[in-house]
């Protein structure tokens, strides 16, 4: 059976998306971005998709190819009430009215989207059904572990995570000699900060992943709990960049010394969000230089995982934990494990 899905959103990862759809048996009843789109419950047909895909890459609204607005909102959910599917959510906006009346007509869910799984604790039990695999770890089957373990009757009590690609490659510059300041400048020349790295160096996304992990485990905590040490002031997101990155230059003393103390323990120093029963924690620890942690490449996340089975010789999972095609291989995981309870 082709896997009939609507996609909300339609941004790098959508885009990822519709273009590997071309090859797989993915059958698509809507595409929609900010703007509006298109919806056809006798899905899109692969011309059409193809042409929305390159009009899009030009920069044109789905709004402008398809229906405008709340039209295109309304035919969704039209949709959702009239077939089943797939409800596969690529926008960073708290969609979450949409994702519980996709639920409650009787469609899966699949998000990359962080934002509807960091809302009160009993939303996300709502969500539960959901598959997020993509919202830590991108493609990493991160959650598809944690799940089976539990699963399996496994207790996890510790899980170490490497998860920011753009600030495991900071560290790792500074730790080759790079002043703090320039090693960001140089991520952003290569691309691997958001457009204000002020965003990255908050810490605010790796926070969600903590919680989203956390809660993953049973654990109903609250964003506001997670203990957050920022590489950079969050008022910092409003300062114009060049002024931000300016300002970064007063850190870059400090956190040298940081990495001396640390290197004279024959340590290193490496972001980390930790998840354990006492909560979330995430900020600057001092790692051995030969542990999993810090001896990620390049953008690469590492998560280590230490249960009751796996104890003293931690579970380690690694690879590229961000970018369109590894979220891809992530939401693809979800599509084809919850379209096999379609219809049931
Ligand atoms: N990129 C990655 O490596 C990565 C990795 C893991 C998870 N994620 C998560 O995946 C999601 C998508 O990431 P991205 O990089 O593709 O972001 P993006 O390029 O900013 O795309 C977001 C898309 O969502 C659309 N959108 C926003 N609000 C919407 C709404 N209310 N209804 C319908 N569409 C809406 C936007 O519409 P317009 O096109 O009209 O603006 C855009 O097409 C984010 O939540 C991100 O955190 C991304």
Same mark, same amino acid.
């Given at each position: ?207 969600? &992943? ?52 640390? &290197? ?46 796996? &104890? ?33």
């Amino acid at each position: 059976m082709r896997v009939p899905l609507v996609l909300l959103g339609c941004g790098r990862v959508g885009q990822a998306l519709l273009e590997e759809a071309a090859s797989l048996d993915l059958q698509f009843l809507g595409v929609l971005d900010s703007t509006g789109g298109v919806v056809d419950g006798g899905g899109i047909p692969q011309g059409r998709l193809s042409q929305l895909l390159s009009r899009k890459r030009e920069g044109v609204a789905l709004g402008e190819l398809g229906v405008p607005g709340e039209g295109a909102t309304s035919a969704l959910l039209a949709l959702l009430r009239e077939r089943r599917g797939l409800l596969v959510d690529v926008t960073a906006a708290d969609t979450r009215p949409f994702l519980f009346s996709a639920l409650e007509a009787g469609w899966g869910v699949v998000l990359a989207n962080k934002l509807p799984l960091v809302g009160p604790w009993e939303d996300f039990r709502r969500l539960s059904s959901v598959g997020y695999e993509a919202t830590v770890g991108a493609g990493i089957p991160l959650i598809t572990t944690l799940k089976a373990l539990l699963g399996s009757g496994d207790e996890v009590h510790l899980i170490q995570g490497g998860l920011s690609g753009t600030l495991g490659f900071l560290l790792a510059e500074v730790e080759r000699g790079e002043a703090f300041s320039q090693a960001v400048r140089r991520a952003m020349a290569r691309g691997y900060t958001e457009p204000h790295p002020a965003e990255d160096l908050s810490g605010a996304d790796l926070a969600r &992943k903590g919680l989203i992990l956390a809660r993953t485990l049973g654990l109903p905590l609250e964003l506001e709990e997670v203990e957050l040490e920022p590489l950079a002031s969050p008022a910092g997101r409003g300062l114009p960049v060049e002024g931000f990155l300016q300002g970064l230059r007063a850190q870059d003393a400090e956190l040298r010394r940081r990495l001396e103390g640390a &290197k004279r323990r024959g340590l290193t120093l490496r972001y980390v969000v930790e998840v354990s029963s006492a909560g979330v924690r995430a900020g600057l620890r001092e790692v051995d230089r030969k542990s999993p942690l810090a001896r990620a490449q390049g953008v690469e996340n590492v998560v280590v995982i230490n249960t009751r089975r796996f &104890k003293g010789h931690p579970l380690v999972l690694a690879g590229p934990g961000a970018g369109p095609a590894s979220t891809c291989a992530g939401l693809l995981l979800d599509i084809f494990r919850l379209a096999r309870t379609l219809g049931r």
